[in-house]
């Protein structure tokens, strides 16, 4: 079994869009093992998005994810991973697949309702950022 994190992201949390997100992982098979509904600080979205600190797009998107209440989850399942990225669909809902669940709540490529790990390494490092025990 490998486990991933995921996050509903603040746009999607303000339109009451939390459980109809989880619907779509519980329906493909995912189990939510953990989940915390959180208010992040710049600083720590900073922390958490720090591979993209070169980016122009950096500051706009730690701003984006420390505006609102997110919840965080770690979804289990084989290959959890790559099948929460085959389901959140592609970075820009505009690219993304019918069915998808950018596709069908993505609001814009900043404003995609969800994150998902890209990499065993990263599902690691980001489960442990949010899930210390
Ligand atoms: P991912 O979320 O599909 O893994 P990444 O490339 O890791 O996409 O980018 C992280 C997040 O940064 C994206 O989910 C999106 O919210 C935001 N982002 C990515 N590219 C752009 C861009 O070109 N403009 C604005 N925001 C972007
Ligand atoms: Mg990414």
Do not use: W
């Not at 079994?1 to 997100?21: C, F, G």
């Not at 619907?23 to 093992?33: G, T």
């Not at 997110?70 to 389901?87: F, G, H």
């Not at 309702?113 to 899930?131: M, Q, T, Y």
């Amino acid at each position: 079994m490998e486990r991933t994190l995921s996050i509903i992201k603040p746009d999607a949390v303000e339109r009451d869009l939390i459980q109809k997100i989880k619907d779509e992982f519980l329906n493909n098979s995912f189990k939510i093992v953990n989940e915390r509904k959180i208010h992040i600080t710049k600083q720590e979205a900073e922390k958490f998005y720090k591979v993209h600190e070169t980016k122009p797009f950096y500051s706009d998107l730690c701003d984006y994810l420390s505006s609102g209440p997110i919840v965080v989850m770690i979804l289990e399942k084989e290959n959890a991973i790559l099948d929460n990225r085959k389901l959140m669909g592609a970075t820009n809902p505009t690219e993304a697949e019918e069915g998808t669940i950018r596709k069908k709540y993505g609001i814009s490529i900043d404003k995609n309702s969800v994150h998902g790990s890209d990499s065993l390494d990263n599902a690691k490092i980001e489960i442990n950022f949010f899930f210390k025990d």
